[in-house]
């Protein structure tokens, strides 16, 4: 079973002794977070540090999900790598992949996948605790990246499925922020026109209530290149609010 391992980043593995699928499966490593586990199976997540670069070693084993095309189920890990890929194709800015494999040991169902952190960006949770301490020029800058994003994302056909603060990653550039995404597990075919994309939308705004209304059609202005007093912003600021509406009294 072939394996993918990054060209940039190939050298700094091999210097480390880590280009291979057992080498990072046997590395000693401090998990991050308490392991999350299903039906038998388990999935962890370590910080690994090689030479001031950070990456995030993800390891599982008999972890696997189930959908339509893979009814007997595979590593949810083997799914977030692919749409990395996709990610990646579309020039969706996101997390990138330094290494990935799968191995089957014995009937247990292995997976890895590392990818280079990002220690360098802020996520958006971050930047929403300290919102009133920004200026109106930077809070109107990481409104104009998140619109722009969700643009991107959107208009290349892919939904994310977990559109949340914590899953945005911002990073100051000059006068403005870019803005990247992580956890990209649940991504899907974007197949129901605005359905979807508000469906999308509307946890983002749902989980950023420092947002005014005013912030909020800053962001769709952004999002469908209209001016924020235009119509159609107007009417997605009423979709969202419908949705969120529903869902909070559901």
């Avoid at 590392?114 to 971050?126: G, I, K």
């Avoid at 977990?162 to 550039?173: G, L, S, V, W």
């Avoid at 997605?236 to 509406?245: D, K």
Wanted: proline residues 4%; glycine residues 6%; contains cysteine.
């Amino acid at each position: 079973m072939s394996d993918f391992l990054a060209a940039e980043d190939r050298a700094l593995l091999a210097r480390n002794g880590l280009t291979t699928f057992d080498a990072l499966w046997a590395k000693q490593l401090e998990a991050v977070d308490e392991p999350n586990t299903s039906e038998g199976g388990w999935s962890s997540v370590y910080r690994l540090e090689l030479e001031g670069q950070g990456y995030y070693l993800k390891r599982q084993s008999n972890y696997l999900t189930r959908t339509l095309h893979r009814p007997f189920g595979e590593p949810s890990f083997a799914r977030e790598f692919r749409n990395i890929r996709r990610y990646r194709k579309y020039g969706i800015p996101a997390l990138q992949a330094a290494f990935f494999g799968e191995r089957k040991v014995k009937g247990e169902h292995r997976a890895m996948l590392l990818t280079r952190a990002l220690d360098d960006w802020n996520d958006l949770d971050s930047l929403l605790e300290q919102w009133a301490q920004l200026n109106d020029a930077q809070q109107r800058a990481i409104l104009l990246a998140c619109g722009q994003l969700a643009r991107h994302l959107h208009s290349m056909g892919q939904v994310h499925g977990c559109f949340y603060p914590k899953h945005i990653f911002m990073q100051a550039n000059g006068d403005g922020y870019a803005a990247q995404l992580i956890d990209l597990e649940k991504t899907r075919p974007l197949l129901f026109g605005w359905r979807d994309r508000v469906k999308d939308l509307e946890p983002l705004l749902r989980r950023a209530p420092q947002w005014a209304p005013a912030q909020q059609r800053q962001l769709l202005a952004a999002y469908l290149e209209q001016p924020e007093d235009s119509s159609l912003v107007r009417t997605w600021q009423q979709r969202l609010t419908a949705r969120r509406s529903h869902k909070e009294n559901r």
